[in-house]
């Protein structure tokens, strides 16, 4: 029980830990030596590398294969700081896979990205040396630097004192200021964060502030890495294609989100729809019962407003319908018409019938009165129009004369 306690601990640590791609290293100033270098003004700012490698090989006891070196560049000084260190030499350190930490600079390298608005005297006091960088006003690369290895037991003081001794005199009265180094730390883009607690005096406190925490561009990182050229390159154009993966990445994640919530919010539509659609089902029959009596109401509007009165257009053509005369059926159609279908005795019965209806101005023939006549039957239609309102008029012409079959006449 103990021992998987244990191990637990120790993946928990492993997982907290972070890696050297995530970290910087910074080396003591001590450890390298350092030449600065007028840029010939033929020199572009793309050619600095190769013009740096080309000055170490010059001045180099070693090859540059067999060195760790990098240089200080700024836009506004015409001098490169040249700094370079034995590989042995910094293996002695207990330093190891240098290659897998995100950037590697003397403990001075961060220096390059700032300004200064007069002559100032710096310097970087580590645990393990102290430097001594005189910078000219708006100058990011040091006009002289000197270093030297210190101990638990050296005066820092005493130290720094003889430093200054051996530098050029700056003017009276110019500012000082001491940075110890306390953190480095990354950026999300992947660029060093270099902290220091500042003490001394300057005019601006402003510019003691920045000095506080110095974050150099990259290109200003790349240049003061001491790690080989072809390394460089190699990792540069790597984390170039890391960066375009992750945003590759990175956007493919946000369109699967999007897509994902896109899914979500028709899902959410269509259970609504579908929760609708079953709300609309189970009122369809009240629904269907509204319509009817709305339909209902709809055709008693249309026989108010178009004055249908089929009871009264029965009793008139019952008032003059004789006792050898019915009716076998009887349709109200149109506005105020009505057809007519009965049988007569004869014809001369429905002709007498028919005289009588258009003699009493409330029914006019529309069409001529049709009649089969059969066994001394005759069965006969009527289309008749009906107006009530109307005042009677003069008596009618004589009824129409209808042929009388053969059939009739033998009865």
Same mark, same amino acid.
């Given at each position: 029980m103990n021992r998987k306690s244990v191990n637990?601990?120790?993946?928990?640590?492993?997982?907290?830990?972070?890696?050297?791609?995530?970290?910087?290293?910074?080396?003591?100033?001590?450890l390298f030596f350092m030449e600065?270098?007028?840029?010939p003004a033929v020199v572009e700012a793309a050619e600095l590398d190769d013009f740096a490698e080309l000055s170490l090989e010059s001045i180099a006891p070693f090859p540059a294969d067999q060195l760790f070196w990098?240089?200080?560049?700024?836009?506004?000084?015409?001098?490169?700081?040249?700094?370079?260190?034995?590989?042995?030499r910094i293996k002695q350190l207990g330093?190891?896979?240098?290659?897998?930490?995100?950037?590697?600079?003397?403990?001075?390298?961060?220096?390059?990205?700032?300004?200064?608005?007069?002559?100032?005297?710096?310097?970087?006091?580590?645990?393990?040396?102290?430097?001594?960088?005189?910078?000219?006003?708006?100058?990011?690369?040091?006009?002289?630097?000197?270093?030297?290895?210190?101990?638990?037991?050296?005066?820092?003081?005493? +130290?720094?004192? !003889?430093?200054? $001794?051996? &530098?050029?005199?700056?003017?009276?009265?110019?500012?000082? *200021?001491? /940075?110890?180094? #306390?953190?480095?730390?990354?950026?999300e883009q992947g660029l060093a964060v270099f902290n220091f607690s500042v003490t001394g005096?300057?005019?601006?406190?402003?510019?003691?502030?920045?000095?506080?925490?110095?974050?150099?561009?990259?290109?200003?990182?790349?240049?003061?890495? +001491?790690?080989? !050229?072809?390394? $460089?390159? &190699?990792?540069?154009?790597?984390?170039?294609?890391?960066? *375009?993966? /992750?945003?590759? #990445?990175?956007?493919?994640?946000?369109?699967?989100?999007?897509?994902?919530?896109?899914?979500?919010?028709l899902f959410t539509a269509n259970t609504w729809l579908k929760t609708r659609e079953n709300k609309i089902i189970e009122q369809q029959p009240i629904v269907d019962k509204i319509s009817e009596k709305q339909t209902l109401m709809v055709k008693l509007e249309q026989i108010e407003q178009n004055d249908l009165q089929p009871i009264a257009m029965l009793r008139e053509l019952n008032?003059?319908?004789?006792?050898?005369?019915?009716?076998?059926?009887?349709?109200?159609?149109?506005?105020?018409q009505i057809k007519i279908d009965g049988i007569a005795n004869n014809v001369n019965a429905m002709n007498n019938y028919t005289s009588s209806l258009e003699a009493s101005g409330l029914f006019e023939l529309l069409n001529p009165p049709k009649s089969i006549t059969r066994s001394g039957k005759t069965t006969f239609t009527l289309i008749l129009s009906f107006s009530p309102l109307q005042n009677i008029p003069e008596p009618a012409a004589p009824a129409q004369q209808v042929s009388v079959t053969e059939e009739e006449i033998d009865a």
């Open positions: 637990a601990a120790q993946l928990t640590n492993q997982l907290l830990e972070t890696t050297k791609s995530e970290q910087v290293l910074t080396l003591p100033a001590h600065r270098i007028e840029i990098g240089y200080l560049a700024a836009e506004a000084s015409d001098h490169i700081l040249l700094y370079a260190a034995h590989r042995d330093v190891e896979q240098i290659e897998e930490y995100a950037w590697v600079l003397p403990e001075f390298g961060s220096l390059v990205c700032t300004f200064f608005s007069e002559a100032t005297e710096v310097i970087v006091h580590s645990t393990e040396s102290v430097c001594l960088l005189q910078f000219e006003k708006g100058h990011g690369v040091p006009t002289y630097v000197s270093v030297r290895a210190t101990t638990e037991n050296d005066d820092a003081n005493q +130290v720094i004192e !003889t430093l200054r $001794k051996a &530098a050029p005199e700056l003017d009276a009265g110019h500012p000082s *200021l001491t /940075l110890h180094p #306390t953190s480095e730390e990354l950026t005096k300057y005019p601006s406190e402003d510019d003691v502030a920045k000095l506080a925490q110095l974050s150099p561009e990259a290109a200003q990182l790349w240049r003061a890495d +001491v790690r080989g !050229t072809e390394f $460089k390159k &190699a990792e540069r154009n790597a984390r170039r294609l890391g960066d *375009l993966l /992750l945003r590759i #990445t990175t956007w493919a994640a946000l369109f699967a989100v999007l897509l994902i919530l896109g899914e979500l919010a008032k003059s319908r004789p006792a050898g005369i019915y009716f076998t059926k009887a349709i109200v159609e149109g506005e105020n």
